[in-house]
Protein backbone atom coordinates (compact mmCIF):
# COMPACT_ATOMS: atom_id res chain seq x y z
CA UNK A 1 0.00 0.00 0.00
CA UNK A 2 1.30 3.52 -0.81
CA UNK A 3 1.02 5.55 2.03
CA UNK A 4 0.09 9.87 0.83
CA UNK A 5 2.72 12.14 2.45
CA UNK A 6 0.63 14.65 4.94
CA UNK A 7 1.80 18.34 5.81
CA UNK A 8 3.76 18.91 8.94
CA UNK A 9 2.70 21.66 10.53
CA UNK A 10 5.53 23.25 13.09
CA UNK A 11 4.61 22.66 16.59
CA UNK A 12 4.37 25.42 18.67
CA UNK A 13 4.55 25.05 23.22
CA UNK A 14 1.91 27.43 24.65
CA UNK A 15 2.58 28.97 27.59
CA UNK A 16 2.02 32.35 29.06
CA UNK A 17 2.90 35.49 27.58
CA UNK A 18 6.22 36.77 28.39
CA UNK A 19 7.71 39.99 29.76
CA UNK A 20 9.29 40.74 26.78
CA UNK A 21 8.88 39.62 22.76
CA UNK A 22 11.29 41.20 20.46
CA UNK A 23 11.16 41.47 16.87
CA UNK A 24 13.82 39.11 16.72
CA UNK A 25 11.86 36.44 18.53
CA UNK A 26 8.97 37.23 15.93
CA UNK A 27 11.12 37.32 12.93
CA UNK A 28 13.10 33.45 13.78
CA UNK A 29 9.52 32.14 14.46
CA UNK A 30 8.31 32.96 10.81
CA UNK A 31 11.57 31.43 9.82
CA UNK A 32 10.95 28.20 11.33
CA UNK A 33 7.57 28.05 9.93
CA UNK A 34 5.00 29.47 12.77
CA UNK A 35 2.52 31.49 11.08
CA UNK A 36 0.42 34.46 13.06
CA UNK A 37 -1.94 32.12 14.94
CA UNK A 38 0.46 30.38 15.83
CA UNK A 39 2.66 33.12 17.16
CA UNK A 40 -0.99 34.20 18.80
CA UNK A 41 -1.29 30.35 20.71
CA UNK A 42 2.58 30.53 21.22
CA UNK A 43 2.85 33.74 23.28
CA UNK A 44 -0.51 33.63 25.00
CA UNK A 45 -1.21 36.66 22.67
CA UNK A 46 -5.18 38.49 22.01
CA UNK A 47 -5.75 38.85 18.41
CA UNK A 48 -5.25 42.54 18.32
CA UNK A 49 -2.40 42.76 20.31
CA UNK A 50 -0.51 40.22 16.98
CA UNK A 51 -2.07 42.42 14.75
CA UNK A 52 -0.36 45.46 16.74
CA UNK A 53 3.01 43.73 16.54
CA UNK A 54 3.03 42.97 12.98
CA UNK A 55 2.68 46.89 12.63
CA UNK A 56 6.60 47.35 13.83
CA UNK A 57 8.38 48.04 10.42
CA UNK A 58 10.68 44.96 10.96
CA UNK A 59 7.67 42.60 11.12
CA UNK A 60 5.40 44.67 8.41
CA UNK A 61 4.42 42.21 5.49
CA UNK A 62 6.37 39.46 7.01
CA UNK A 63 4.94 35.88 6.11
CA UNK A 64 5.48 32.24 7.71
CA UNK A 65 8.06 30.34 5.26
CA UNK A 66 6.74 27.02 3.99
CA UNK A 67 8.81 24.53 6.44
CA UNK A 68 8.31 21.45 4.21
CA UNK A 69 10.28 18.16 4.98
CA UNK A 70 10.47 15.34 3.04
CA UNK A 71 8.55 12.09 3.37
CA UNK A 72 11.59 10.00 3.69
CA UNK A 73 15.26 9.94 5.41
CA UNK A 74 17.62 11.37 2.93
CA UNK A 75 20.89 10.68 3.28
CA UNK A 76 24.45 11.71 2.07
CA UNK A 77 26.67 8.50 1.08
CA UNK A 78 29.32 10.14 -0.58
CA UNK A 79 32.52 10.14 0.11
CA UNK A 80 33.74 13.26 2.54
CA UNK A 81 36.72 13.95 0.15
CA UNK A 82 37.07 15.88 -2.72
CA UNK A 83 35.33 14.92 -5.73
CA UNK A 84 36.46 17.11 -8.05
CA UNK A 85 40.02 16.76 -9.60
CA UNK A 86 42.02 19.75 -8.46
CA UNK A 87 45.34 18.40 -9.47
CA UNK A 88 44.65 19.87 -13.12
CA UNK A 89 43.81 23.60 -14.03
CA UNK A 90 40.79 23.75 -15.57
CA UNK A 91 41.60 25.16 -18.68
CA UNK A 92 44.64 24.52 -20.75
CA UNK A 93 47.54 27.13 -20.79
CA UNK A 94 46.60 27.17 -24.99
CA UNK A 95 42.95 27.54 -24.44
CA UNK A 96 43.81 30.83 -22.78
CA UNK A 97 46.11 32.15 -25.01
CA UNK A 98 44.05 31.21 -28.07
CA UNK A 99 42.96 34.31 -29.64
CA UNK A 100 39.47 33.88 -31.61
CA UNK A 101 40.13 35.80 -34.82
CA UNK A 102 36.59 36.90 -35.34
CA UNK A 103 36.79 39.09 -32.16
CA UNK A 104 37.68 42.49 -33.10
CA UNK A 105 39.30 44.84 -30.33
CA UNK A 106 39.22 48.40 -30.61
CA UNK A 107 41.84 51.16 -29.46
CA UNK A 108 40.58 53.37 -26.69
CA UNK A 109 42.61 56.59 -26.53
CA UNK A 110 43.70 57.99 -22.73
CA UNK A 111 43.09 61.20 -22.10
CA UNK A 112 46.37 62.45 -22.36
CA UNK A 113 46.21 61.24 -25.84
CA UNK A 114 42.77 63.17 -26.34
CA UNK A 115 44.85 66.02 -24.95
CA UNK A 116 47.68 65.72 -27.35
CA UNK A 117 45.34 65.67 -30.90
CA UNK A 118 43.66 68.64 -29.51
CA UNK A 119 46.99 70.04 -29.01
CA UNK A 120 48.55 69.54 -32.13
CA UNK A 121 44.74 69.96 -34.33
CA UNK A 122 45.03 73.80 -32.37
CA UNK A 123 49.13 73.94 -33.61
CA UNK A 124 47.83 73.46 -37.30
CA UNK A 125 44.63 75.88 -36.87
CA UNK A 126 46.07 78.49 -35.59
CA UNK A 127 49.96 78.19 -35.91
CA UNK A 128 52.54 78.23 -33.30
CA UNK A 129 51.43 81.38 -32.01
CA UNK A 130 48.96 80.05 -30.65
CA UNK A 131 50.70 78.48 -28.22
CA UNK A 132 52.65 80.31 -25.56
CA UNK A 133 54.23 78.21 -23.65
CA UNK A 134 52.07 79.50 -20.35
CA UNK A 135 51.14 76.08 -19.00
CA UNK A 136 48.74 77.79 -16.81
CA UNK A 137 46.03 77.86 -19.23
CA UNK A 138 45.24 74.31 -19.10
CA UNK A 139 42.84 72.08 -17.91
CA UNK A 140 43.46 70.38 -14.78
CA UNK A 141 40.85 66.61 -14.78
Known amino acids: MIEANTAVEPKTETGPTPERITTTMIVNDLENGIDRPAIQA ?79 QQAEEFGDSFDDGDESDEFEY
Open 42 to 120: KYGLETWEVKQMFQHPALKGKKAKKVRKLSFEFVDDTATEDTVDTSEPQFSKREVDEVDPNQTSIPVPTIEDTLEIVKE
